[in-house]
């Protein structure tokens, strides 16, 4: 069983080197085969167009008859994948898994899976919040992980490190930030409070000053 | 040692069987109760109606008593019995092959009526909810996989498609695996050799596929079973092929696995575990390995839980409760207040308790203020509410006695002492009857010793008197006894301490004080140091003990039974399900 799990795992991976059309790629990261890298461009007309995204894959040894199990290397502001872990939420990596999927075929889901979040299957509750509360701010957002984190386009043409937005990252409005800052908090911690209440779009009108200060305060 | 309760025969054959004994006091025992009952201040109608019915059971005592609840133990080739029988049912209503027949069974959860309820409004639907047909597309209606002939010999062909018959909606794998084609077809067709979707491997010549057409090689096929059995407990699987439903009978899994005996008696005890889960009437002995199950009707529903305490047994005397995951017995305790007790002893929710034991709320803002010294003027830290520690009443009452409370009538003391003293004796209350639950158990644990201890004794016996083995056994006897009423009395004061105050109440605790006092006896009886010349004296004590023993413990949990079933019993809490007539 081990032999066809190597043959399999091998063909894949030379099945997709000769495949040049699908941009899908997967590099070893050590010598043994069954801990791989998968990596693909973020899809077109959305906001993680442009961008390089890497994947950790980690086949486990009943593979194929059990899902592979991956996650995000690159960071992405995506519902469905964890901000912090890059763990990913999708029905094929669990209870749908079928062992004529392979790693292109999984890959190429994720791939897809950026072009249509599930909100309300959220593998992040505070970015699944921000989706669906002011798509227009989470989708400025999240361009702008792709611009940092997977190297998306609109970066400085300098080769030097642009100055990370902290503001711009938590998807939050500068003057919101500013507004409690001027208070005597500091501003990572205005940031973070503004980032759990979703402090954002209409959202605005909904949540008291109180209550920010009250957070603010704990 | 003596007691109230001596029994004395001049027959020496008296002692020599232990169930004449029991039948020849068992009058005796029957008038004690009685009696106690009586010493309760139950009226007298009602007294006449108890002897009446205790009467009529001592009658029917024969068949069954009334704490006792009639089951059934069954091996699992009866329960297989049961499974086939259920399955050539549906398969002589329906029309259909046995694997189909299960394989609807299976999931509709072996409920018949509603299986053959729903098939009756329509086939298809079920058919493709269960997986035995595609549900798209449905020009030509696809016979849930069946080979043309019904032979038994056919059996193993029906379930399994070896590319020999291929559904015609599938035109692209028709080109892919003709190399596995028996024969039979023409060889028409490209013979390309069949490369295996999921190892990738074109040395394969074996394929296995189910009605669907997706073929894959034989050894995937078992890899996969094989995987999903063992490590997902899984009875249905699903076609291998992404988005496919179709489910495997049984008979393709068998060929699939291909003689992988352990995987296969796996697959077989999932299938039978599920039917018993699926039926409320059974119920699988939880000991470990142990493969017996036990069919109870009577503790089916949830109601009946309210009335009957259903202690069962396996063949392998695996006791256990059928209807909560209570270890062993819990008699003559109901579920519901057997749960409700262990969660209280479990949880810390008498922290509380020794808060409100050892603090008292400010009267004004209930904050809870501990006293660590200081005079008896307190000021609230939060509200600033003067007050006096003593009496909890305002401090501005006092006057000028500073030191001293004498104000103990005005009302706003009373009530806040009132408050206060309500959850310290709550506190005492429940120690009072944990203690003793615990004490009981901790003897119970202790039995492992009493058994060896009595073991040597029994030894003993036969080396200083002329006594032979089975004269001796008498010992081992009183020991099961205690240990037996042991486990009753510790349930009692669980029960006790949900019971009401009352009557039935007092009439309870008397029986439960009768039977402790008689089991503590015999207790203290074993442990006596054995003399030569005292034997016959010590197993004619320790032989009417035990039986006096025997019989308190039918009368607790009898009269206990009873009070559920009439709905005798008031609860100072809600108890689930139950009602009190």
């Given at each position: 069983m081990a032999d066809a799990r190597l043959r399999r795992v091998n063909k894949e991976i030379a099945d997709c080197k000769n495949d040049k059309s699908s941009q899908i790629r997967i590099e070893l990261i050590d010598e043994s085969p069954f801990h791989l890298k998968g990596s693909f461009p973020g899809p077109e007309d959305t906001p993680y167009e442009g961008g390089h995204f890497e994947?950790?894959?980690?086949?486990?040894?009943?593979?194929?008859?059990?899902?592979?199990?991956?996650?995000?290397?690159?960071?992405?502001?995506?519902?469905n994948?964890?901000?912090?872990?890059?763990?990913?939420?999708?029905?094929?990596?669990?209870?749908?898994?079928?062992?004529?999927?392979t790693l292109k075929s999984t890959l190429i889901s994720l791939q897809s899976l950026l072009c249509s979040p599930e909100p309300n299957d959220p593998q992040d509750a505070e970015v699944?919040?921000?989706?669906?509360?002011?798509?227009?701010?989470?989708?400025?957002?999240?361009?702008?992980?792709?611009?940092?984190?997977?190297?998306?386009?609109?970066?400085?043409?300098?080769?030097?490190?642009?100055?990370?937005?902290?503001?711009?990252?938590?998807?939050?409005?500068?003057?919101?930030v500013d507004q409690y800052e001027s208070l005597g908090f500091e501003r990572s911690k205005v940031i973070d409070v503004l980032r759990r209440l979703n402090y954002r779009g209409a959202n605005v009108a909904n949540i008291h000053d109180d209550r920010i200060v009250e957070e603010l305060l704990k | 040692m003596s007691s109230d309760y001596e029994y004395s025969d001049e027959d020496a054959d008296y002692y020599d069987d232990d169930e004449d004994m029991i039948d020849g006091t068992q009058e005796d025992g029957q008038s004690c109760r009685l009696t106690h009952r009586s010493t309760g201040s139950a009226s007298d109608e009602e007294m006449d109606m108890d002897a009446f019915n205790?009467?009529?059971?001592?009658?029917?005592?024969?068949?069954?008593?009334?704490?006792?609840i009639p089951y059934e133990s069954l091996t699992q080739a009866s329960i297989e019995k049961v499974m086939q029988a259920d399955i050539e049912h549906i398969s002589g209503i329906f029309g259909v092959d046995?694997?189909?027949?299960?394989?609807?069974?299976?999931?509709?959860?072996?409920?018949?009526?509603?299986?053959?309820?729903?098939?009756?409004?329509?086939?298809?639907?079920?058919?493709?909810?269960?997986?035995?047909?595609?549900?798209?597309?449905?020009?030509?209606?696809?016979?849930?996989?069946?080979?043309?002939?019904?032979?038994?010999?056919?059996?193993?062909?029906?379930?399994?498609?070896?590319?020999?018959?291929?559904?015609?909606?599938?035109?692209?794998?028709?080109?892919?695996?003709?190399?596995?084609?028996?024969?039979?077809?023409a060889p028409a067709l490209d013979p390309e050799p069949f490369v295996c979707p999921i190892c990738f491997d074109d040395s394969q010549t074996k394929t296995l596929g189910l009605e669907c057409g997706h073929q894959f090689c034989t050894d995937c096929w078992s890899a996969y079973v094989e995987s999903k059995v063992r490590d997902e407990s899984e009875l249905s699987i699903q076609c291998m092929a992404e988005g496919c439903s179709l489910v495997a009978p049984d008979v393709f899994i068998e060929t699939a696995i291909a003689g992988d005996k352990s995987t296969w008696a796996r697959f077989h005890e999932l299938d039978i575990r599920h039917f018993v889960a699926s039926n409320p009437n059974l119920k699988y002995?939880?000991?470990?390995?142990?493969?017996?199950?036990?069919?109870?009707?009577?503790?089916?529903?949830?109601?009946?839980?309210?009335?009957?305490?259903?202690?069962?047994?396996?063949?392998?005397h695996h006791k256990f409760c059928f209807g909560c995951p209570i270890d062993g017995d819990h008699r003559p305790v109901i579920c519901g207040i057997a749960k409700m007790w262990l969660k209280k002893c479990h949880d810390d929710s008498e922290t509380a308790?020794?808060?409100?034991?050892?603090?008292?709320?400010?009267?004004?803002?209930?904050?809870?203020?501990?006293?660590n010294g200081g005079c008896n003027h307190m000021t609230c830290k939060k509200c600033k509410y003067e007050f006096c520690w003593v009496c909890m009443g305002p401090w501005s009452e006092h006057g000028t006695a500073w030191y001293s409370c004498n104000r103990y009538d005005e009302k706003?003391?009373?009530?806040?002492?009132?408050?206060?003293?309500?959850?310290?004796?709550?506190?005492?209350?429940y120690l009072h009857y944990y203690n003793r639950w615990a004490n009981h158990e901790q003897s119970a644990k202790l039995s492992m010793e009493l058994y060896s201890k009595t073991e040597k004794k029994m030894e003993e016996m036969q080396i200083t008197s002329d006594l032979t083995w089975i004269e001796v056994q008498f010992m081992k006897k009183a020991v099961d006894e205690v240990d037996k009423c042991r486990m009753t009395l510790k349930w009692t004061y669980a029960m006790a301490y949900y019971l009401e105050k009352g009557n039935e109440k007092e009439l309870y605790e008397d029986n439960q004080r009768d039977l402790e006092r008689a089991v503590e006896d015999l207790s203290e009886l074993l442990e006596q140091p054995i003399e030569a010349d005292s034997i016959a004296l010590l197993r004619q004590k320790v032989t009417d003990k035990a039986v006096y023993v025997q019989k308190r413990n039918e009368i607790v949990l009898e009269d206990t039974a009873n009070g559920f079933v009439d709905g005798r019993w008031r609860w100072n809490v809600s108890v689930d399900g139950y009602h009190a007539a």
């Amino acid at each position: 069983m081990a032999d066809a799990r190597l043959r399999r795992v091998n063909k894949e991976i030379a099945d997709c080197k000769n495949d040049k059309s699908s941009q899908i790629r997967i590099e070893l990261i050590d010598e043994s085969p069954f801990h791989l890298k998968g990596s693909f461009p973020g899809p077109e007309d959305t906001p993680y167009e442009g961008g390089h995204f890497e994947v950790d894959i980690v086949i486990p040894p009943t593979y194929p008859f059990q899902p592979v199990k991956m996650k995000f290397i690159t960071k992405v502001y995506h519902p469905n994948v964890s901000s912090a872990s890059g763990a990913i939420c999708l029905d094929i990596l669990k209870d749908a898994w079928s062992p004529v999927l392979t790693l292109k075929s999984t890959l190429i889901s994720l791939q897809s899976l950026l072009c249509s979040p599930e909100p309300n299957d959220p593998q992040d509750a505070e970015v699944a919040k921000h989706f669906t509360t002011s798509k227009g701010s989470f989708d400025e957002t999240a361009r702008y992980w792709t611009q940092i984190y997977a190297g998306g386009p609109g970066k400085s043409s300098a080769k030097a490190e642009p100055v990370r937005d902290e503001v711009a990252m938590a998807g939050l409005e500068k003057a919101h930030v500013d507004q409690y800052e001027s208070l005597g908090f500091e501003r990572s911690k205005v940031i973070d409070v503004l980032r759990r209440l979703n402090y954002r779009g209409a959202n605005v009108a909904n949540i008291h000053d109180d209550r920010i200060v009250e957070e603010l305060l704990k | 040692m003596s007691s109230d309760y001596e029994y004395s025969d001049e027959d020496a054959d008296y002692y020599d069987d232990d169930e004449d004994m029991i039948d020849g006091t068992q009058e005796d025992g029957q008038s004690c109760r009685l009696t106690h009952r009586s010493t309760g201040s139950a009226s007298d109608e009602e007294m006449d109606m108890d002897a009446f019915n205790e009467d009529f059971k001592v009658i029917t005592k024969a068949t069954r008593k009334s704490y006792e609840i009639p089951y059934e133990s069954l091996t699992q080739a009866s329960i297989e019995k049961v499974m086939q029988a259920d399955i050539e049912h549906i398969s002589g209503i329906f029309g259909v092959d046995a694997s189909v027949a299960s394989l609807l069974l299976r999931h509709m959860n072996w409920n018949k009526e509603r299986l053959i309820e729903k098939y009756m409004d329509g086939a298809s639907a079920v058919s493709e909810a269960a997986g035995i047909t595609l549900p798209e597309p449905p020009p030509s209606p696809v016979a849930p996989i069946r080979s043309s002939t019904s032979s038994s010999s056919s059996r193993l062909s029906s379930g399994i498609r070896r590319a020999t018959r291929r559904n015609a909606a599938e035109p692209t794998a028709a080109a892919t695996f003709p190399s596995t084609v028996k024969s039979k077809r023409a060889p028409a067709l490209d013979p390309e050799p069949f490369v295996c979707p999921i190892c990738f491997d074109d040395s394969q010549t074996k394929t296995l596929g189910l009605e669907c057409g997706h073929q894959f090689c034989t050894d995937c096929w078992s890899a996969y079973v094989e995987s999903k059995v063992r490590d997902e407990s899984e009875l249905s699987i699903q076609c291998m092929a992404e988005g496919c439903s179709l489910v495997a009978p049984d008979v393709f899994i068998e060929t699939a696995i291909a003689g992988d005996k352990s995987t296969w008696a796996r697959f077989h005890e999932l299938d039978i575990r599920h039917f018993v889960a699926s039926n409320p009437n059974l119920k699988y002995c939880p000991a470990p390995s142990c493969t017996f199950t036990v069919s109870c009707p009577a503790a089916a529903s949830k109601s009946s839980l309210a009335t009957v305490v259903p202690t069962v047994a396996c063949e392998a005397h695996h006791k256990f409760c059928f209807g909560c995951p209570i270890d062993g017995d819990h008699r003559p305790v109901i579920c519901g207040i057997a749960k409700m007790w262990l969660k209280k002893c479990h949880d810390d929710s008498e922290t509380a308790n020794w808060i409100k034991s050892n603090t008292k709320e400010c009267s004004k803002c209930q904050s809870t203020i501990e006293k660590n010294g200081g005079c008896n003027h307190m000021t609230c830290k939060k509200c600033k509410y003067e007050f006096c520690w003593v009496c909890m009443g305002p401090w501005s009452e006092h006057g000028t006695a500073w030191y001293s409370c004498n104000r103990y009538d005005e009302k706003d003391g009373i009530d806040a002492r009132d408050a206060q003293s309500k959850s310290r004796s709550s506190l005492e209350r429940y120690l009072h009857y944990y203690n003793r639950w615990a004490n009981h158990e901790q003897s119970a644990k202790l039995s492992m010793e009493l058994y060896s201890k009595t073991e040597k004794k029994m030894e003993e016996m036969q080396i200083t008197s002329d006594l032979t083995w089975i004269e001796v056994q008498f010992m081992k006897k009183a020991v099961d006894e205690v240990d037996k009423c042991r486990m009753t009395l510790k349930w009692t004061y669980a029960m006790a301490y949900y019971l009401e105050k009352g009557n039935e109440k007092e009439l309870y605790e008397d029986n439960q004080r009768d039977l402790e006092r008689a089991v503590e006896d015999l207790s203290e009886l074993l442990e006596q140091p054995i003399e030569a010349d005292s034997i016959a004296l010590l197993r004619q004590k320790v032989t009417d003990k035990a039986v006096y023993v025997q019989k308190r413990n039918e009368i607790v949990l009898e009269d206990t039974a009873n009070g559920f079933v009439d709905g005798r019993w008031r609860w100072n809490v809600s108890v689930d399900g139950y009602h009190a007539a």
